[in-house]
């Protein structure tokens, strides 16, 4: 019997000590009606971007509008405040302080056709410059002058004394170094199918 009353007892004192769990009621008022917001995102495969005409997109910092798709392949683009083309798929331009070119183009005739450019940016090395024909260049003590860029991969490029009329000419093939008056010209890369412009290092 005192067995019985010393169990009752242990057990009286567990469930005085055991901590209260209170339930509540679910009521309507309780309920969250609203979920987060979800924010939905376009995922951007950089640096390859579609376009239709018409397109304006903001890359790079740059606004960038398609304004026309031909099939030879040839596009006419707006870069920033550059109007220009560019032919062919896989040829690099550069325009502004971006490189684009043609990926591909898409028309199969019953969907509006549209284009995947290329675009990147521009970054010049050390020394390195990029040089419009007829346009002089001060650098240093010298004035570059790019008097042509071919299509075999040739330049020609004048340096003249700054601020004379005084200056040598030489042609400087793609990948190749010529020193003209006194200066070293390493021909990067050419261009010359929309305009005539070179990708140079000048030591």
Request: glycine residues 6%.
């Amino acid at each position: 019997m005192k067995k019985v009353i010393a169990i009752l007892l242990l057990l009286f004192l567990v469930g005085c000590s055991a901590p209260k769990v209170e339930l509540e009621a679910v009521t309507n008022d309780s309920i969250i009606e609203e979920l987060p917001e979800v924010i939905e995102t376009e995922e951007i495969s950089a640096p390859y971007y579609d376009f239709y005409e018409g397109d304006t997109k903001e890359i790079l910092g740059k606004s960038i509008t398609l304004e026309k798709i031909y099939l030879n392949p040839q596009i006419d683009i707006t870069v920033g405040d550059t109007e220009t083309g560019i032919k062919e798929t896989k040829t690099e331009e550069i325009i502004e302080d971006v490189k684009i070119m043609i990926w591909e183009i898409q028309d199969n005739y019953q969907e509006e056709k549209y284009v995947t450019l290329k675009i990147e940016k521009l970054e010049l090395g050390e020394n390195e410059y990029i040089i419009q024909k007829n346009e002089k260049r001060t650098i240093g003590t010298k004035d570059i002058l790019l008097e042509e860029s071919r299509t075999n991969g040739y330049i020609q490029v004048t340096v003249f004394n700054k601020g004379t009329s005084i200056g040598d000419t030489e042609s400087v093939k793609h990948g190749e170094s010529v020193e003209i008056n006194e200066v070293t010209v390493t021909n990067l890369k050419n261009y010359y199918k929309i305009e005539q412009y070179a990708w140079v290092t000048i030591e």
